[in-house]
């Protein structure tokens, strides 16, 4: 090679090696970028999920400061006077039913297959639209809470004659309160949340012995109750 030669590759080698320096020097600032990208995406992985820690932390005491309160007696009253205020606001006004602050009374007569333990057809159709009104305003009640519809069954204060089935007022009114759970669990009430009793004639409406106060007796309630304190 002749020395004009040798004398230009030298800027031509040192081109290229300020080239691949400069090349080492973008892949290294590339890695240095992709790294920190991945420290902060981590760093922001790790600061989301404490974020979603702490919003079920909060979520967890505000469920626990609800529950609490559902357990205070004012509470308690004034949900269940907003419940049935609500249920009188909706209802269309019925011979069937009547629905008093604390609770809804329903005739047993019209729904209730006579001398039976169970809700005739037409009994069903009419209910319908009071136990829909029911399911409605219940969905409305905390979860949280510890409240519960119970459903009594009320008869009349004369003792069964010739029932074959049924051998005192006890087992009658036991049965229709548990019919009339079925019913309401049928038309989407949460079953959990129901309850039953049957309380033969020991809470009289009326004490007379006329065929309108025996019939005034025989009859179904459905009180909004809570698990604690409010048996």
Not at 110 to 136: N, S, T
Request: with cysteine.
């Amino acid at each position: 090679m002749t020395a004009l030669g040798v004398h230009a590759a030298e800027p031509c080698e040192a081109l290229i090696e300020q080239g691949n320096a400069q090349i080492d020097a973008m892949r290294r600032h590339t890695e240095a970028m992709q790294q920190g990208l991945q420290e902060l995406n981590e760093a922001l992985s790790r600061a989301e999920q404490r974020n979603a820690e702490q919003a079920r932390h909060i979520d967890r005491l505000e469920a626990e400061l609800r529950a609490q309160r559902g357990y205070e007696p004012e509470v308690q009253q004034r949900q269940r006077r907003e419940f049935f205020r609500e249920l009188r606001r909706q209802l269309p006004v019925s011979a069937l039913y009547e629905v008093l602050p604390d609770r809804l009374i329903i005739a047993s007569d019209p729904v209730f297959i006579f001398g039976k333990g169970e809700l005739g057809a037409e009994g069903q159709e009419r209910l319908a639209p009071v136990a829909d009104m029911l399911q409605g305003l219940a969905q409305q009640l905390p979860a949280e809470f510890p409240w519960r519809l119970r459903i009594e069954g009320h008869s009349d204060s004369r003792p069964l004659r010739s029932n074959k089935r049924f051998e005192t007022n006890w087992d009658l009114s036991a049965a229709r309160s548990v019919s009339m759970l079925r019913f309401l669990v049928s038309r989407g009430l949460p079953e959990d949340r129901l309850s039953t009793v049957g309380l033969a004639d020991t809470q009289l409406r009326d004490r007379g012995d006329s065929s309108a106060a025996h019939r005034r007796n025989r009859r179904i309630e459905v009180h909004l109750i809570y698990e604690k304190g409010d048996e």
